[in-house]
Antibody
Framework: EVQLLASGGGLVQPGGSLRLSCAAS????????MNWVRQAPGKGLEWVSA????????FYADSVKGRFTISRDNSNNMVYLQVNSLRAEDTATYFC??????????????WGQGTTVTVSS | QSALTQPASVSGSPGQSITISCTGT?????????VSWYQHYPGKAPKLIIY???VRPSGVSDRFSGSKSGSTASLTISGLQTEDEADYYC??????????FGGGTKVTVL
């Protein structure tokens, strides 16, 4: 069974940073694109970032480009999202999500439970 | 990039069919066949119900079906059941090699 366990969320001041982590299991991790998707309170889903299986290709939404960095550790089946220069509008639940075995983020086939980031002074 | 356009809400009675539209542009929905749909119960993880416009993952009810015409994709739920009451999101791969979600549609079973 595929499992995705996200962690690292919390309360942070505007301008602050956090590193979100996602532990994956139940599949050949290095073969699959991984994503982060967020949902602000009362709002819809927003795709944030993706990384190819090898880690050689990364993709970002315009809203986070230059502030967020996605990375992965295929030895330990982990994917990370470094979130810097946080703004109030980054407050959301962040879902770790698995994509198909393709270089590009074509869709998401499995979602984790999410970790909550709150940006407030 | 603006979200794909979905109706905010759709409702139907048990047993009826409903259709949710998802309108984009030639840079996303209209540019290829990588449209997916997700069912989301609040507080839970979303679930993939359609990918590549029309394909149902294993285990998803055949009451869910997808289609596309031009830059508008659609999700049809046939034989509406009370457990179908949830939020539904479309999503498209884009020319910028990103994913773009719709604003979401709340389905209510009357």
């Amino acid at each position: 069974e595929v499992q995705l366990l996200a962690s690292g969320g919390g309360l942070v001041q505007p301008g602050g940073s956090l590193r979100l982590s996602c532990a994956a299991s139940g599949f050949t991790f290095k073969s699959y694109t991984m994503n982060w998707v967020r949902q602000a309170p009362g709002k819809g889903l927003e795709w944030v970032s993706a990384i190819s299986g090898s880690g050689g290709s990364t993709f970002y939404a315009d809203s986070v480009k230059g502030r967020f960095t996605i990375s992965r550790d295929n030895s330990n089946n982990m994917v990370y999202l470094q979130v810097n220069s946080l703004r109030a509008e980054d407050t959301a639940t962040y879902f770790c999500a698995k994509g198909p075995p393709n270089l590009n983020p074509l869709y998401i086939d499995v979602w984790g439970q999410g970790t909550t980031v709150t940006v407030s002074s | 990039q603006s979200a794909l356009t979905q109706p905010a809400s759709v409702s139907g009675s048990p047993g009826q069919s409903i259709t949710i539209s998802c309108t984009g542009t030639s840079r996303d929905v209209g540019g290829h066949n990588y449209v997916s749909w997700y069912q989301h119960y609040p507080g839970k993880a979303p679930k993939l119900i359609i990918y590549d416009v029309t394909v149902r993952p294993s285990g998803v009810s055949d009451r869910f079906s997808g289609s596309k015409s031009g830059s508008t994709a659609s999700l049809t739920i046939s034989g509406l059941q009370t457990e179908d009451e949830a939020d539904y999101y479309c999503c498209s791969y884009t020319v910028g090699r990103t994913l773009l979600f719709g604003g979401g549609t709340k389905v209510t079973v009357l």
